[in-house]
């Protein structure tokens, strides 16, 4: 059943780590925050203009992670397990104090931080979760690359395609509704890459904190992490964990069928982007609380039912 009113957490929680690309240890700390106000975070190592709000339009860069970043030009980057997090938590508004540049990666999954949400207890609020839903398909091709929404009234469910050309990887493919209890398979899968990849990645100037704590590594005949995989389709499962934290940046709680192909972070920015350019397509609604004379029905309606 879909949630009538924003949510925020109850006490401030609060978890360190290192940054996945930049290596560099930070703090973290969600902190609760009124109504409307939705995710921002807060650069606590910047003296001003260090508010970046998790929309979107504020998407500096969407290769190998997500990169928010405000008019001022301050930035946070690999952002997307931790909004997963607040998605799938049901956190609706949060302001996330952190004193660098990078969210600390953990484990590579979205397990630990939604362990350090789950500390504390969510508080409802005074107004309405805002809602998204398509009236018709719409559709992105970006060469191989395909993303799509179709209505869905219910919930968001997504079905993920990879096509790696790679043994260990190679064509996964997965479908998980949002709305179910159990995404412990989603919550727990792990970032990704090919350890062909990593020198390239390096020279980039970027992994400087990867290793095989906080990264599934794979090369031509094996998973390199001694546990191995967490589940029989963690890939694809850590594609549809990214898709659903890009998608809290909309604003919205999205209701649809969602189907991707080969997509990332990059093609789900387009892809909002484009969602929001077609106005005319997109219902926003909030739930109205049915009042309790509405839900029963009148004894001429029961004879009726009977009688058909
Ligand atoms: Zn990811």
Redesign the pocket.
Known sequence: MLQTYQKTISQPVEFEGIGLHTGVKSKVRILPVNANEGIIFKRTDLKKNNLIRANYLNVSSANL?TILKNSFGAKVSTV??LLAALYIAGVDNALIEINSQEVPILDGSAKDFLDVINKTKLNSQSKKRKYLKVKKKIELVDGDKKISIEPNEETLEVEFELNYNNKIIGKQKNTINFSNKNLADVINSR?FCLFSDIEKIKKAGLAKGGSLDNALVVDDEKVLNNSGLRNSKEFVN?KI??LAGDFLLSGYRILGKVRCYQGGHKLTNMFLKKIFKEKSLLTFFEIEEISFPNKIKTIDQVKLAVNA
């Open positions: 992670c997307e397990h970032t850590h964990l990214d």
